[in-house]
């Protein structure tokens, strides 16, 4: 007897699984429409295609032979970006958030960063972006509207070898 209720609970566990799967695959995502003023004109897009994405772009490359990696990178001005951001964050024209627990840093916090040892301005090497990506299928238009971007520098060890990347900050954009 204790056997056919076993085979009962697990009969009853298996269509629950099933229906919470099926409900899993019939979901549907959301359109959503927003406005956005781009240029001088309106553009309304009707679907999100991301909300939100997030995703890494090298803006450094190591290996100068590489030719690939330089051709992409032949239109980065890494150092000038990268000095534009600080300035605005020592401004107060944008804020600067600890990368992991998202709170807001202070200029001293972002000197003290600046001041440790393995850090340098030099060393970022990676930019990642927080994104929402439209699409306005009428127009045929793809917008991207940047939420934040994260700068990180390379750690290497005595030996010149690279351990990972170390995020700096992060600074939010088109948010007050």
């Known amino acids: 007897m204790k056997k056919y209720y076993l085979y009962i609970i697990l009969l009853l566990l298996l269509f629950l ?70 300035n605005r964050v020592y401004s107060g024209e944008i804020k600067a958030y600890d990368y992991f627990n998202d709170v807001l840093l202070t200029i001293d916090n972002i000197k003290k960063i600046e001041q440790e040892a393995d850090y340098s301005r030099a060393k970022i090497e990676e930019l990642q972006f927080e994104e929402i990506w ?29 351990l990972g990347l170390k995020p700096v900050f992060k600074v939010k954009l088109n948010k007050e």
């Open 134 to 162: 439209f699409f306005s299928g009428d127009k045929k238009h793809f917008h991207k509207e940047v939420l934040s971007i994260v700068l990180a520098y390379g750690v290497y060890n005595e030996y010149g070898v690279h």
């Open 17 to 86: 699984n099933s229906c919470f799967n099926i409900k899993l695959r019939n979901k549907t995502t959301t359109q959503t429409t927003r406005t956005l003023v781009h240029s001088d004109q309106t553009l309304s897009f009707d679907d999100i295609i991301a909300d939100t994405i997030i995703y890494s772009v090298k803006i450094y490359n190591a290996h100068p032979e590489d030719e690939w990696e330089s051709w992409k990178l032949r239109n980065m001005n890494r150092f000038e970006f990268i000095n534009e951001v600080f």
